[in-house]
């Protein structure tokens, strides 16, 4: 049977450089069952240690969680990418992990901690996440469909670190599954704004930094079960699956 999920596919962990450290799962679990999220997507800048343990937080409840990274691209374009299983996101990290250079400076950007369900602290990721891969936007979306994940394009409608604002435009073959927005535009002034996007699947999410933000902006998607395969449909609006614009 089809129904309707709340959905929060944007949401950050204490491991990301620029998110609070009370970000980490149990927390962030707690405040998304608080605001009746039914599937959250975890995706920290470029790493997903924590992934795992909010996994394991949200285990006995209803909140689906999927597994996810918001990845940088050599042309610093976000993007996020989203999987069914924690095995496929692994497999996306070591390639992530071959292309992502330098060190991070916790003075500057910030303490990235790998935070278990019990808020004890597993170790300190030193890599420099808030920085690019050198992998091109084409081809890391190649590497997301090969793992069976989404590719959504971050923020389309920030002035940095979006798609449209590092390369100017979105071609009809791009292979982006969905594109994100942020609640600031929202889905009528952006229909509006991007009317040649008209083929593309519009998402809000929180893109959550602090606790009190998750939950804050929430895709309301028809779908019969919380999974990538049923997200994809939705995205194709197929099979009765769709965004719910009108919210």
Same mark, same amino acid.
């Given at each position: 049977?089809?129904?309707?999920?709340?959905?929060?596919?944007?949401?950050?962990?204490?491991?990301?450089?620029?998110?609070?450290?009370?970000?980490?799962?149990?927390?962030?679990?707690?405040? =998304?069952?608080?605001?009746?999220?039914?599937?959250? %997507?975890?995706?920290?800048?470029?790493?997903?240690?924590?992934?795992?343990?909010?996994? !394991?937080?949200? @285990?006995?409840?209803?909140?689906?969680?999927?597994?996810?990274?918001?990845?940088?691209?050599?042309?610093?374009?976000?993007?996020?990418?989203?999987?069914?299983?924690?095995?496929?996101?692994?497999?996306?990290?070591?390639?992530?992990? &071959?292309?992502?250079?330098?060190?991070?400076?916790?003075?500057?950007?910030?303490?990235?901690?790998?935070? !278990?369900?019990?808020?004890?602290?597993?170790?300190?990721?030193?890599?420099?996440?808030?920085?690019?891969?050198?992998?091109?936007?084409?081809?890391?979306?190649?590497?997301?469909?090969?793992?069976?994940?989404? =590719?959504?394009?971050?923020?389309?409608? @920030?002035?940095?670190?979006?798609?449209?604002? &590092?390369?100017?435009?979105?071609?009809?073959?791009?292979?982006?599954? %969905?594109?994100?927005?942020?609640?600031?535009?929202?889905?009528?002034?952006? @229909?509006?704004?991007?009317?040649?996007?008209?083929?593309?699947?519009?998402?809000?999410?929180?893109?959550?930094?602090?606790?009190?933000?998750?939950?804050?902006?929430?895709? @309301?998607?028809?779908? &019969?079960?919380?999974?990538?395969?049923?997200?994809?449909?939705?995205?194709?609006?197929?099979?009765?699956?769709?965004?719910?614009?009108?919210?």
């Amino acid at each position: 049977m089809l129904k309707v999920f709340n959905c929060d596919l944007h949401v950050h962990t204490c491991l990301s450089p620029c998110a609070e450290l009370d970000m980490h799962p149990m927390p962030l679990v707690k405040k =998304a069952l608080e605001t009746e999220l039914n599937i959250i %997507a975890i995706c920290d800048h470029n790493s997903s240690a924590n992934v795992p343990y909010v996994i !394991n937080a949200a @285990r006995g409840s209803n909140l689906k969680i999927l597994p996810g990274m918001e990845i940088t691209t050599i042309e610093e374009v976000h993007l996020l990418a989203i999987f069914d299983s924690v095995s496929n996101l692994a497999l996306m990290q070591n390639i992530i992990d &071959q292309h992502l250079k330098g060190e991070n400076d916790e003075d500057s950007f910030g303490v990235q901690a790998i935070v !278990n369900e019990k808020g004890e602290v597993e170790g300190i990721n030193n890599q420099l996440l808030i920085g690019a891969t050198d992998i091109s936007l084409d081809k890391l979306i190649g590497y997301i469909h090969q793992f069976e994940g989404l =590719a959504i394009a971050a923020h389309i409608d @920030r002035e940095s670190f979006s798609v449209l604002s &590092q390369l100017g435009f979105i071609d009809d073959n791009s292979g982006f599954d %969905a594109l994100e927005i942020t609640p600031r535009t929202g889905f009528e002034q952006a @229909r509006i704004k991007y009317p040649e996007l008209f083929k593309y699947s519009f998402i809000i999410s929180s893109d959550s930094h602090f606790v009190k933000d998750i939950g804050s902006a929430i895709t @309301r998607i028809i779908l &019969q079960e919380p999974s990538v395969a049923e997200l994809k449909m939705a995205f194709k609006k197929q099979n009765g699956r769709y965004v719910m614009e009108q919210q």
